[in-house]
Structures are given as C-alpha cells and as structure tokens.
C-alpha cells in the first residue's frame, strides 16, 4: 500500500509530534529534542498477537527496549494498557518477563482495571464475556493524581446531628461526609477501577484494529498532567492519545510504526480539528502536499464517514448497538 508517510518521517502537528518509527530505538531522540515528560500513556500489542515488525519479534525485548528509551524525569508516571491473552483456552502471563525488569529498574506503583462496559457477546469457552484489561502504573517518586471525579461522598463521616445541612425524608439529619470542619470537597482522586466504555469506532478508525476509546486517554491525562505538558505515547496506532491531548491543551510527542498507521494519525486528527495542519519535520509542506509530492491519492475521508467502510462500519455499529 502507497502512504504519504515514510519511516523517518516525523509530523509537526499544532505542537504535537508525531514519529514514523520504532520506540524501542535510540531513534525517539529526533522526537523528543532532549525534553522529558511527566507521563506516559500507552496500550502497546499484547503478547506476539500481530506482527507489527519484519523478522523476528519478542515482546519482552520490545517492551524493555521501550521502557529503556522512557525520556522521563524525576516523576515520570508510566501507565500501560494490557489486556489477558489466551492460547490453547488458557490465559498466558506474556508480561512476567517484563514485569520482574521492571521490578527491578522501576517502581511498580499500582495495578489498575479498565472496567470496558458490557461483556463482548459470544461463547468464550466456558468462562465469562471479557469486559475488562489491565492498566500498570510505574514511576520512580509518586505523583499525586489530580482531583478530576466529582466527589458525592469525599472526605470524613460525620455522625448524624453533628452537622444539620442535609436531611432525610423525615426532616431528621442525616450521616454525611465532610471533610473535618470544611464543606465537601468538589472533585476527587479517581478510583482504581476506570469506568469507561469500550471503543466503537467508526469512519477512519476502523482502519486500526486495536484502538481504545478518547475518554480512557482523557482520563490519564488528566489525572497525571496539567495544561501545556507533554505526554509521551510509544505505541501511537490510530493516534487516540494524541486526540485526548489536543483536547485537554497537553501536547503529546508520539511514536508509531507503521507509516499506513501514521496517515491514519494525521487523517483522524485533520477530521477531529479540520483548521489544524501536519508539517512535514524539515520542509514547509503540508500532509496534502506530501502527498501530492509522493504520488499519493489520499482516500475522501468526508464520503468515508458518511458512507463508512461498508462491513466494516456494519460491524462498527452493531458492536455499538451492543453496548447502548
Ligand atoms: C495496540 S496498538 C495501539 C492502539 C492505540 N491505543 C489507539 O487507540 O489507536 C499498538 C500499536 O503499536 C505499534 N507498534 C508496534 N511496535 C512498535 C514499535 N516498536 N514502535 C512504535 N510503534 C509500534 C503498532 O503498529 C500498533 O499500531
């Protein structure tokens, strides 16, 4: 397949940066100009499910070379997205390899899980529908997440009588939460279980097989950045990071493999912010123009989601209907 991006490439995107290349390899340092950043948020291939490079591949190597390529600082925090792998109806513990590295080189600072929503129909061989994966959080020194979720009961009980601004049905004071002497407080940390439906792509996504939802992204972001830093994505696929960045005013410099997977990048980006513009790094053209250059017919990503990919689309939307 033609693509107007080269391995090498890399675009600049509204202040976000988008590398053509291999996380693993010395090659990110092109992308990230000597800047570190204070999150990392990713959902690389699980275990050897696809083949994402030429030759051989390991998954332990390409996630250690990753890991030592991290351009973090003293507080980093490192959250990666698994899910269970089975082979031959058992599920296979892929990341053991990995993990001890990182026991070693890293602190293993949480487990998280990504409540998915409803359980993918079908029979799963005698256990339940999948409805969840993994998040792992590493870094060196904490970082206290940011409040973010809307508090109903943060902060301490107070006994009832104690403090008569909310009532029951009977007009009689009921127990709440306070915090000790102060009104509730509005937001707090969020929990260890991500509540957050699964993805159903549609239009240009479904040209990317293993895409997570915006909302998940938008969640890590918020929690473990402010306004104006950089996230850092190793394993960018169909770019979703780099969309929940631009709409929380983070920047994000990533990384993706496959050249037809960057186009998708920048083409689900153009759709999303239709007055952003993709420069190629060391000319003045545009995604547009790159491609004219490079003979390249760009596909009408207008008719595409208005029609959509046919099956595929059908597919998009069944799933969808699923979970409504
Ligand atoms: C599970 S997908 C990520 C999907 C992404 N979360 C999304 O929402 O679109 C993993 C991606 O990592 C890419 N990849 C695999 N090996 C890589 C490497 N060594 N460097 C950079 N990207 C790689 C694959 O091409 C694939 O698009």
């Given at each position: 397949?033609?693509?107007?991006?080269?391995?090498?490439?890399?675009?600049?995107?509204?202040?976000?940066?988008?590398?053509?290349?291999?996380?693993?390899?010395?090659?990110?340092?092109?992308?990230?100009?000597?800047?570190?950043?204070?999150?990392?948020?990713?959902?690389?291939?699980?275990?050897n499910?696809?083949?994402y490079?030429q030759?051989?591949?390991?998954?332990?190597?390409?996630?250690?070379?990753?890991?030592?390529?991290?351009?973090?600082?003293?507080?980093?925090?490192?959250?990666?997205?698994?899910?269970?792998?089975?082979?031959?109806?058992?599920?296979?513990?892929?990341?053991?390899?990995?993990?001890?590295?990182?026991?070693?080189?890293w602190?293993?600072?949480?487990?998280?899980?990504?409540?998915?929503?409803?359980?993918?129909?079908?029979?799963?061989?005698?256990?339940?529908?999948?409805?969840?994966?993994?998040?792992?959080?590493?870094n060196?020194?904490?970082?206290?997440?940011?409040?973010?979720?809307?508090s109903?009961?943060?902060?301490?009980?107070?006994?009832?009588?104690?403090?008569d601004?909310?009532?029951?049905?009977?007009?009689?004071?009921?127990?709440?939460?306070?915090?000790?002497?102060?009104?509730?407080?509005?937001?707090?940390?969020?929990?260890?279980?991500?509540?957050?439906?699964?993805?159903?792509?549609?239009?240009?996504?479904?040209?990317?097989p293993?895409?997570f939802?915006?909302?998940?992204?938008?969640?890590?972001?918020?929690s473990?950045?402010n306004?104006?830093?950089?996230?850092?994505?190793?394993?960018?696929?169909?770019?979703?990071?780099?969309?929940?960045?631009?709409?929380?005013?983070?920047?994000?410099?990533?990384v993706?493999?496959?050249?037809?997977?960057?186009?998708?990048?920048?083409?689900?980006?153009?759709?999303?912010?239709?007055?952003?513009?993709?420069?190629?790094?060391?000319?003045?053209?545009?995604?547009?123009?790159?491609?004219q250059?490079?003979?390249?017919?760009?596909?009408?990503?207008?008719?595409?989601?208005?029609?959509?990919?046919g099956?595929?689309?059908?597919?998009?939307?069944?799933?969808?209907?699923e979970?409504?």
């Open positions: 397949m033609n693509t107007v991006t080269q391995p090498g490439d890399i675009w600049n995107i509204d202040g976000h940066r988008v590398l053509c290349g291999d996380s693993t390899t010395k090659s990110i340092d092109r992308l990230m100009q000597g800047k570190t950043v204070p999150l990392l948020f990713t959902s690389p291939p699980y275990d499910q696809r083949e490079k030759g051989s591949f390991n998954w332990t190597e390409m996630m250690i070379g990753m890991c030592k390529n991290i351009p973090f600082q003293d507080d980093t925090q490192v959250l990666i997205n698994l899910g269970l792998f089975y082979r031959k109806k058992e599920w296979v513990m892929y990341w053991d390899e990995w993990m001890k590295w990182m026991g070693e080189h602190k293993r600072a949480g487990w998280y899980v990504w409540d998915q929503g409803w359980g993918l129909p079908g029979d799963w061989s005698g256990r339940f529908a999948p409805s969840h994966e993994f998040v792992f959080h590493f060196y020194n904490e970082r206290r997440p940011n409040k973010i979720v809307k109903i009961t943060g902060g301490q009980m107070v006994k009832a009588g104690r403090i601004t909310i009532r029951n049905k009977k007009g009689k004071a009921d127990s709440v939460y306070t915090h000790a002497g102060q009104p509730i407080q509005d937001f707090k940390i969020p929990d260890s279980v991500v509540r957050i439906n699964r993805q159903a792509s549609v239009g240009i996504e479904v040209e990317h293993a895409i939802p915006i909302p998940f992204a938008e969640f890590m972001i918020k473990f950045s306004e104006g830093d950089i996230v850092y994505e190793p394993f960018a696929g169909s770019g979703t990071t780099l969309m929940a960045a631009e709409l929380n005013k983070r920047k994000c410099y990533c993706e493999i496959a050249p037809e997977y960057v186009d998708i990048i920048i083409r689900r980006f153009y759709r999303m912010f239709p007055n952003s513009a993709a420069i190629l790094e060391g000319t003045e053209y545009n995604f547009q123009e790159v491609a250059d490079r003979g390249v017919e760009l596909p009408n990503d207008d008719e595409l989601y208005r029609t959509g990919t099956s595929k689309r059908k597919e998009a939307i069944s799933t969808l209907m979970y409504l």
